[in-house]
Nanobody
Framework: QVQLVESGGGWVQYGGSLALSCAASGSSFIFMSMGWYRQAPGKQRELVAVISSAGTTQYADSVKGRFTISRDNAKNTVFLQMNSLEPEDTAVYYC???????????????WGQGTQVTVSS
């Protein structure tokens, strides 16, 4: 089975920086896209950034130029460097991975448990 373990997050003041990481494990699984979503209180979960196994990235407009996503394919780990944080970035951040079992073509979505990011004004 696939497991996503997140680390990082916490509290920071306006304009500060935080880094998140997410390590994926799962014997015989191939990880395709990996990324981060977030959910603020009373709002729907939204895409923050995603990166393919080839390194192609996609960002939400609200974080472009401030957040950087990267990954280490050898360790199945994805990172999110968050700079110039704003109170509007306050949310629970969830790691996401799309993966399939070797020898199959059926991919599934997997989620981490979430980590809180709080930005004070």
């Amino acid at each position: 089975q696939v497991q996503l373990v997140e680390s990082g997050g916490g509290w920071v003041q306006y304009g500060g920086s935080l880094a998140l990481s997410c390590a994926a494990s799962g014997s015989s699984f191939i990880f395709m896209s990996m990324g981060w979503y977030r959910q603020a209180p009373g709002k729907q979960r939204e895409l923050v950034a995603v990166i393919s196994s080839a390194g192609t990235t996609q960002y939400a407009d609200s974080v472009k130029g401030r957040f950087t996503i990267s990954r280490d394919n050898a360790k199945n780990t994805v990172f999110l460097q968050m700079n110039s944080l704003e109170p509007e970035d306050t949310a629970v951040y969830y790691c996401h991975a799309s993966a399939f079992l070797e020898g199959t073509r059926q991919s599934n979505d997997y989620w981490g448990q979430g980590t809180q990011v709080t930005v004070s004004s």
